[in-house]
């Protein structure tokens, strides 16, 4: 048996993305969903989101809303499915029951389906059995109701007549020719005794009534394309091609889980990561485009194709991904100014910072750009500016805020207050000359001075810090840390 679906892709490509509500959309979900949402956008196609809920044990709404809040996010918004509509609903499969036993019925009338009343109870107990017999073996159905005629009002689950010989061979778009003998099917399930479809049957159906043309998922999935293909053989259909991507492993070489950082959308989110920086590092997982590292999403629609996509698996790298969203948070054609700006406030009153003065952050937000890897990391970068008072690292007050170094605070502030010109060249002209009087070097204030106005050791420039603050915070901080330093050489004195 071969399946001839390796026909070259054509305009109007019809692509799915179908995930399960059990649980969050992780990133290896994330992979594949975009994947096939740059196929259809780069064929000029169809994007459709699909609800595999027949795990009714552990889907849930809350999950559902996830999923397509966490899609809406990343910007891969779907042209059909929920909330979308379509010509080829509903999107839902617990929707589509009646479907599935119309097929079902199909395949057992021409003969390639059948009733199987063998329970659970016998099945373990022959798999118990083969177990006594051979530890290591592997149980199959031994075809046991293969050529009953059950009646339909018998309790039963449908299976499908597994072809017995010969080779199924099929195109893969990355993994090229791949042949599997039918001696290693079984005959599986389709339909369980309540009506629900297990996963080939059900996506089969899906894929033959949406029109899919192209199935892109992870290389995982590889086990089911074999019986798919029969499938859709024994229905009368053309396959869809495949497309098999290559496994996203922890450092470990283990599967990916949320331990290794395959975390939930949300998390990145919140997080401070872009999405378009996750999107760009996970198409860079498993395809290549040159020497290119960095793509903005329509970049990336461009250049990708399957030809480049790599067979091998790969292990997942936060670090790298936080160094591709630090390039996308400091390059303004991948992010613009105003995207930012609105970041910015969001990521500041989650740290209760809401009474934002747009001027003072549109100042300050260059002087921390090129440093924040994530909007939280600028959060707190850009936090000393829009409080009263400086948040202190306790450290760095007792070391900075001592005794010696009052005049020096007082000292500068008496220069903020006095400069005439409230500009960045004028600050600085102030300093340079008073640091020249007293046979001082910049070292020798800024550290106390940057402690008093931030509350940190480390900050923007002391004169750009001054600045974008403004005379009068700078003035009061400045005096205020004198005067903590000044209580701290009371203090030391009482203790001597």
């Known amino acids: 048996m071969s399946s001839t679906n390796n026909a070259s892709p054509g305009k109007g490509e019809r692509v799915r993305f179908a995930p399960s509500p059990t649980g969050y959309l992780h990133i290896g979900g994330v992979r594949t969903a975009l994947f096939n949402w740059l196929w259809a956008r780069k064929t000029g196609g169809t994007f459709i989101l699909r609800i595999e809920d027949t795990d009714q044990e552990r889907s849930t709404e809350e999950s559902r ?3 397509l809040d966490s899609m809406k996010w990343l910007g891969l918004l779907w042209d059909e499915g929920p909330e979308v509509g379509g010509d080829h609903g509903p999107y839902t499969q617990m929707e589509r029951l009646a479907l599935y036993r119309e097929y079902a019925d199909k395949l057992i009338a021409a003969g390639k389906a059948y009733r199987c009343t063998c329970t659970k109870a016998q099945l373990d107990v022959q798999r118990e059995e083969l177990k006594a017999k051979d530890p290591k073996a592997t149980f199959r159905y031994p075809g046991t109701c293969r050529d009953a005629n059950h009646p339909a009002d018998s309790v039963h689950v449908v299976r499908f007549k597994t072809p017995t010989h010969g080779v199924l061979t099929y195109h893969d778009m990355v993994f090229g020719k791949v042949s599997t003998p039918n001696a290693a099917q079984y005959d599986f399930v389709l339909l369980r005794t309540d009506g629900i479809p297990l996963y080939n049957f059900g996506a089969v159906v899906d894929d033959i009534t949406m029109g899919i043309t192209l199935v892109a998922r992870g290389r995982d999935h590889m086990v089911n394309t ?23 492993l922890a450092a470990s070489g283990e599967k990916l889980s949320k331990r290794h950082g395959a975390v939930s959308v949300e998390e990145y989110q919140k997080g401070g990561y872009t999405p378009t920086a996750l999107l760009n590092y996970l198409v860079r997982f498993g395809w290549s485009h040159g020497d290119q590292e960095v793509f903005s999403l329509d970049e990336m629609v461009e250049a990708f194709d ?38 910015a406030r969001w990521f500041l009153a989650a740290r209760g910072l809401t009474d934002i003065d747009t001027e003072r952050l549109q100042a300050a937000i260059p002087l921390v750009r090129p440093k924040a890897r994530t909007y939280v990391e600028l959060a707190d970068l850009l936090d000393f500016f829009f409080r009263d008072e400086p948040v202190f690292d306790d450290k760095a ?78 003035v009061k901080r400045l005096r205020s840390g004198a005067a903590r330093a000044g209580r701290d050489g009371a203090a030391r004195a009482e203790r001597a």
């Not at 969203?325 to 613009?336: A, C, F, I, S, V």
């Not at 220069?415 to 005439?420: K, M, S």
């Open 65 to 67: 809303k996830v999923i």
């Open 226 to 248: 074999p019986p798919q293909i029969m499938l859709y053989e024994a229905l009368g259909a053309k396959p869809p091609r495949f497309a098999h991507l290559p496994m996203m």
């Open 306 to 343: 399957w030809e480049h996509c790599n067979k091998a698996d790969g292990k997942f790298d936060p670090k790298k991904l936080l160094a591709i969203n630090q390039e996308h948070l400091k390059q303004e054609r991948l992010t613009p100014s105003a995207d930012y700006e609105t970041n």
């Open 397 to 474: 007050a007792a070391k900075f805020l001592v005794a010696e170094n009052v005049e020096r605070l007082r000292a500068a502030a008496d220069l903020v207050e006095t400069c005439e010109a409230w500009t960045l060249e004028a600050i600085t002209a102030a300093f340079n000359a008073w640091l020249a009087e007293q046979k001082l070097e910049i070292k020798d204030v800024a550290q106390p001075a940057r402690v008093a106005l931030t509350g940190r050791t480390a900050s923007p420039g002391i004169y750009e810090t001054i600045h974008v603050l403004g005379r009068e915070p700078s």
